[in-house]
């Protein structure tokens, strides 16, 4: 099986920009979070999203928004970008039902690397 | 807010030692403690996890040690190799449909 792609790998904006970064999930994955990764704060969870619908949320500001499609490929938007919004972007996919063992472990992709200037 | 805490920040031990990372939560709620390792470059990948009716679990030289009064937990490797030098995130859920919050992590260097 593949894995979870992100593209682009790479990406550079300036301030005031707005921005979409894309995510395929492994084939068969409903689920796919969002993670914000900075030096100072680890790993900061953004939203989840499982069939279309947004389940979870994390603290982020409303410039964050994502939507999942029904081929489960999810993408995630930032508007008015800051600068400390640079940042590594991740992806994660994961079964999003069915038991627990097989629904818990979260897949990722190598992320996309944000830089506002 | 952070929900779940992780220590030290960065950790340096010599080949064959034992490093050990802390982490602590306040959730009670919280039933599932995985434990994530990312190489540079690349995305984090699970690398082990625990439920808490056990008080510990080893895959491999990897060991999670589980302290559900103390609400806290720990990784533990054993015989470390430099191949192991990588970050190291804990991380908890509530419930199978939770989202699974991590801790800021551990830059682990093992030396030759």
């Known amino acids: 099986k593949a894995g979870v792609t992100q593209t682009p790998r790479y990406l550079i904006k300036t301030r005031g920009q707005q921005v979409t970064l894309s995510c395929s999930p492994i084939?068969?994955?409903?689920?796919v979070s969002w993670y914000q990764q900075t030096p100072g704060q680890g790993l900061q969870f953004l939203f989840e999203y499982f069939s279309e619908t947004q389940r979870n949320k994390g603290n982020f500001p409303g410039r964050f928004s994502g939507r999942q499609f029904s081929n489960s490929r999810s993408e995630m938007n930032v508007s008015t970008l800051e600068l400390g919004d640079s940042a590594l972007y991740l992806c994660?996919?994961?079964?999003?039902?069915?038991?627990?063992?097989?629904?818990?472990?979260?897949?990722f992709g190598s992320g996309t690397q944000l830089s506002v200037l | 807010q952070q929900q779940v805490k992780q220590s030290p920040q960065s950790l340096i031990v010599q080949k064959g030692g034992i490093p050990i990372i802390n982490c602590a939560y306040e959730n009670t709620a919280f039933d599932y403690f995985p434990w994530y390792q990312q190489f540079p470059g690349k995305g984090p990948a699970l690398l082990i996890a625990i439920r808490p009716d056990v008080s510990e679990k080893k895959e491999g030289r990897f060991t999670i040690s589980f302290n559900k009064s103390a609400k806290q937990f720990s990784l533990h490797i054993m015989d470390s190799q430099p191949g192991d030098s990588a970050t190291y995130f804990c991380a908890a859920s509530k419930g199978r449909d939770d989202k699974i919050i991590f801790g800021k992590g551990t830059r682990l260097h093992i030396l030759p």
């Open positions: 994660a996919s994961r079964q999003g039902q069915g038991p627990a063992v097989s629904n818990e472990k979260l897949f």
């Open positions: 084939s068969g994955h409903r689920s």
